[in-house]
């Protein structure tokens, strides 16, 4: 059986999600829903807010990002999250692997079926 494209996507997202997080991080901390407006932005890294709560907190609890609780003037406190060191060293290890990965595949899939 061949998997459709929104099986595709999903597996893809899911090994790389977290990443697209801590890059997002990386110029600062920002709030849960602007992560999420960005990520959901062109609706291919992520669909809905859904995942992202739960990945957040999977992040936290492994020492990548870090958060605080910041007052709000349209309505309750808001928690922030930062990269931890942790984070940014994960981000560049998954950089140093993403560009060869993707690069194979890039090659892989431009190359011509043996006839």
């Given at each position: 059986?061949?998997?459709?494209?929104?099986?595709?996507?999903?597996?893809?997202?899911?090994?790389?999600?977290?990443?697209?997080?801590?890059?997002?991080?990386?110029?600062?901390?920002?709030?849960?829903?602007?992560?999420?407006?960005?990520?959901?932005?062109?609706?291919?890294?992520?669909?809905?807010?859904?995942?992202?709560?739960?990945?957040?907190?999977?992040?936290?609890?492994?020492?990548?990002?870090?958060?605080?609780?910041q007052e709000?003037?349209?309505?309750?406190?808001?928690?922030?999250?930062?990269?931890?060191?942790?984070g940014e060293?994960?981000?560049?290890?998954?950089?140093?692997?993403?560009?060869?990965?993707?690069?194979?595949?890039?090659?892989?899939?431009?190359?011509?079926?043996p006839s």
């Open positions: 059986m061949v998997a459709g494209e929104d099986t595709i996507l999903s597996n893809l997202r899911r090994g790389a999600l977290e990443y697209c997080v801590l890059a997002l991080l990386r110029s600062g901390t920002s709030y849960g829903l602007d992560i999420a407006r960005v990520l959901n932005r062109d609706g291919v890294l992520m669909r809905g807010e859904g995942t992202l709560y739960p990945l957040l907190a999977r992040l936290r609890r492994s020492g990548l990002v870090e958060t605080t609780w709000s003037a349209a309505g309750p406190p808001r928690r922030y999250y930062a990269l931890t060191p942790e060293r994960a981000l560049d290890a998954f950089a140093r692997t993403w560009r060869p990965f993707r690069d194979a595949v890039d090659a892989a899939l431009l190359t011509e079926e």
